[in-house]
């Protein structure tokens, strides 16, 4: 099983940045592809964006993209989601994930969870 902590969040103003790091340990992620997730108060967590486990492939809703980018470091064992141009809407708790299925955006496809880091954009 793989440990995952996020951290980066904070609050930041419209039109602003902030990069979420995943950090991971009990084992490499190399092997995975990684996904980001958001659940706002009161709705449902969704799907951000994967990673394929070379990193040479990724997938965005269409909510973020253009704005936001996955990475992955496989030799810290970290995943990054660099947030750019946020927006009021993007406020939510932002988690990261494993799972052996690429190019998938369903939660229950994805197995290992962090606890989350809090995103707050004021506008």
């Known amino acids: 099983q793989v440990q995952l902590v996020e951290s980066g969040g904070g609050l930041v103003q419209a039109g602003g940045s902030l990069r979420l790091s995943c950090a991971a340990s009990?084992?490499?992620?190399?092997?995975?592809?990684m996904g980001w997730f958001r659940q706002a108060p009161g709705k449902e967590r969704e799907f951000v964006a994967t990673?394929?486990?070379?990193?040479?492939?990724?997938y965005y809703a269409d909510s973020v993209k253009g704005r936001f980018t996955i990475s992955r470091d496989d030799v810290k064992n970290t995943v990054y989601l660099q947030m750019n141009s946020l927006k009021p809407e993007d406020t939510a708790i932002y988690y990261c994930?494993?799972?052996?299925?690429?190019?998938?955006?369903?939660?229950?496809?994805?197995?290992?969870w962090g606890q989350g880091t809090q995103v707050t954009v004021s506008s």
């Open positions: 990673i394929r486990w070379s990193g040479a492939n990724t």
């Open positions: 994930a494993t799972t052996n299925v690429f190019f998938t955006r369903r939660v229950e496809e994805y197995r290992d």
């Open positions: 009990g084992r490499t992620l190399s092997s995975y592809a």
